[in-house]
């Protein structure tokens, strides 16, 4: 009995399923003709339009037929059907699809009363926030504190000055001349000094003012032409050649006699004006005490200097140590230079004399801008205990005006026995003194206290650029501040920058500070707190906030503190 065709099924075509095989023969063959003829018989009334059999690879076929669904194709192999459903285009969607309004609709929502209020609506509100915008601004500016006009800062007021009065001295004898010096400016330029203040290194013959010629190198010290390599070399690493011009430095008096004075007047002037088109930057003289008529020649001489370029620095030297005579001489010059002088070496026993000594000079003074420094020469070792050599750094780096040091006094320099004291040998490493063996160790040397944080050389440096990048330090006001016995406080501080609070011990004993704020302005006033920024004891933590009401300090300790600027 012949097997019964599957029922059809709305778009699908049966093909009966046949074993492999089963169409092989002469009787297959007829039954396929057979069954062929009866198929395409069964199947006319199928809209062939609909269904569309997959020729496609089976791979690349993207759905497959129901399960036991296959069409028969030529060659005897079996390949899956697909459906493609058509769906009718929807004429009436098409057609009502949006195409926005016309203009003349725009133009009639426009102008309806409803958007004309709104657009004014919203015009008024923008200008009334722009105006009340502007109104602000000009509120805050008007209200906002002013600044203060900033000085005239020369390249001096910027930083700290070094002597080096000996080459052979400086160099711990070795070439001891100006090539050996250009060798030594990068250690210079770890001090952050601004200037280097050498020699003298002209021609002179001991008080013969006929063989002395200003304006030659001394052979021992080199020639003109390392003389302008060093210029040259100084410039690039931002450091300025003062160079000295005492006349008589090998002489027993500086100027030579007194019936002198004109002919040495005239040297210096000339030797200023061939100095200055070299490149010099500044020029010294020492003991002005000696010179007759001395405020006259310093008025002309700076003249000379200041004609020339107004960035062009005079300093005169003085072992006086009596204000009024002092006083005298920058009165007469007015601003036209710095005065080194043994002021500050005044022998004393309690810290009550160098604050008077301070407050005293900068009130004789009128606040002008002065130097400070123990001496027009030598290490400051020569004037003061080794255990006060830190305060006075701290001192000189915060009070207002130009720091002035000796070669050495970033490191604690003392002249060895057998030196002189005004010029002992400069301590590099162990081996600057040959033959002594066990004198110098490494806590002495440049070499060992470049290496230790807590050493007075990395103090200095740390003060050097501290105050390099500070407004308040580098021309900020001074006010003086009450303290306990044996100390010395004071504020630095600037228009609305950083404040500087310092506080002094040159007691032999530890002692609260007891800070007393009386004559600051309001803007000034002491907080609770302040951070310490700096202590010559190593062993004090830094970085750490400090009650001011309970400060207390060690014996021959200073400190440096910060506080921030309150409206």
């Not at 009334?45 to 269904?51: A, G, N, R, S």
């Not at 160079?243 to 005239?266: C, H, K, M």
């Not at 005293?360 to 003074?365: G, H, I, V």
């Not at 600037?494 to 803007?523: I, K, T």
Request: hydrophobic share 40%.
């Amino acid at each position: 009995m012949d097997p019964q065709p599957p029922e059809a099924s709305a778009g699908v075509v049966s093909v009966p399923h046949l074993p492999p095989g089963a169409h092989s023969g002469p009787e297959a063959q007829a039954l396929n003709a057979g069954g062929d003829s009866g198929t395409m018989s069964q199947d006319a009334e199928v809209d062939l339009k609909e269904v569309e059999l997959n020729e496609l690879e089976p791979e690349k076929q993207p759905m497959n037929a129901a399960a036991g669904v296959a069409v028969a194709v030529p060659g005897g192999g079996e390949k899956n059907g697909l459906v493609k459903i058509k769906v009718a285009e929807d004429d009436a969607e098409a057609a009502s699809k949006f195409t926005g309004l016309s203009k003349e609709e725009l133009l009639k929502v426009a102008s309806s009363p409803g958007w004309v209020r709104t657009r004014w609506a919203l015009l008024v509100l923008f200008w009334v926030g722009w105006l009340g915008m502007l109104a602000g601004a000009v509120v805050i500016i008007v209200r906002a504190p002013r600044c203060r006009e900033l000085p005239t800062q020369r390249w001096w007021h910027k930083g700290a000055l070094y002597r080096v009065g000996s080459l052979q001295a400086f160099e711990a004898g070795q070439s001891g001349n100006l090539e050996g010096l250009k060798k030594h400016l990068d250690y210079l330029s770890t001090l952050k000094v601004k200037g280097l203040v050498l020699g003298p290194i002209h021609k002179n013959h001991r008080d013969d003012l006929a063989a002395t010629n200003l304006e030659q190198i001394d052979p021992a010290f080199g020639t003109q032409e390392d003389f302008n390599s060093l210029l040259q070399s100084a410039k690039k690493k931002s450091i300025r050649i003062i160079l000295d011009l005492t006349p008589n430095y090998r002489g027993q008096n500086s100027w030579f006699l007194p019936t002198e004075v004109n002919t040495v007047a005239i040297k210096v002037k000339e030797a200023l004006e061939f100095w200055l088109k070299e490149g010099v930057d500044g020029f010294q003289v020492l003991d002005v005490g000696n010179l007759t008529d001395a405020s006259s020649h310093l008025t002309e001489w700076h003249n000379i200097t200041k004609s020339f370029s107004e960035d062009k620095l005079l300093i005169a030297g003085t072992q006086s140590s009596n204000l009024q005579q002092i006083v005298s001489l920058l009165d007469d010059t007015k601003d036209h230079l710095l005065l080194t002088s043994s002021y500050l070496s005044q022998p004393s026993d309690t810290v009550a004399n160098a604050r008077f000594l301070v407050t005293q000079f900068l009130n004789a003074t009128d606040n002008r801008w002065c130097s400070w420094s123990l001496s027009q020469a030598g290490p400051m070792t020569t004037f003061i205990p080794a255990p006060l050599l830190r305060l006075y750094q701290l001192l000189f780096f915060t009070l207002p005006g130009t720091p002035v040091f000796s070669y050495g006094d970033e490191i604690g320099l003392q002249a060895a026995p057998g030196q002189p004291m005004e010029a002992p040998i400069m301590l590099w490493n162990e081996s600057s003194l040959p033959g002594t063996t066990g004198l110098v160790t490494a806590n002495m040397t440049v070499k060992g206290q470049s290496e230790d944080p807590a050493s007075l050389l990395s103090m200095f440096r740390r003060l050097s650029d501290q105050r390099g990048k500070e407004r308040s330090l580098l021309h900020g006001d001074f006010h003086v501040i009450s303290s306990g016995s044996g100390f010395f406080s004071y504020v630095r501080h600037w228009d609305q920058n950083e404040r500087f609070l310092v506080v002094l011990n040159f007691g032999n004993v530890g002692l609260p500070a007891q800070l007393r704020a009386y004559n600051l302005p309001a803007s000034t006033s002491l907080p609770a707190t302040a951070e310490l920024l700096l202590s010559t004891q190593p062993d004090r933590e830094e970085g750490i906030s400090l009650e001011l009401e309970k400060l207390n300090l060690n014996p021959h300790e200073g400190l440096l503190l910060r506080f921030p600027y309150v409206a």
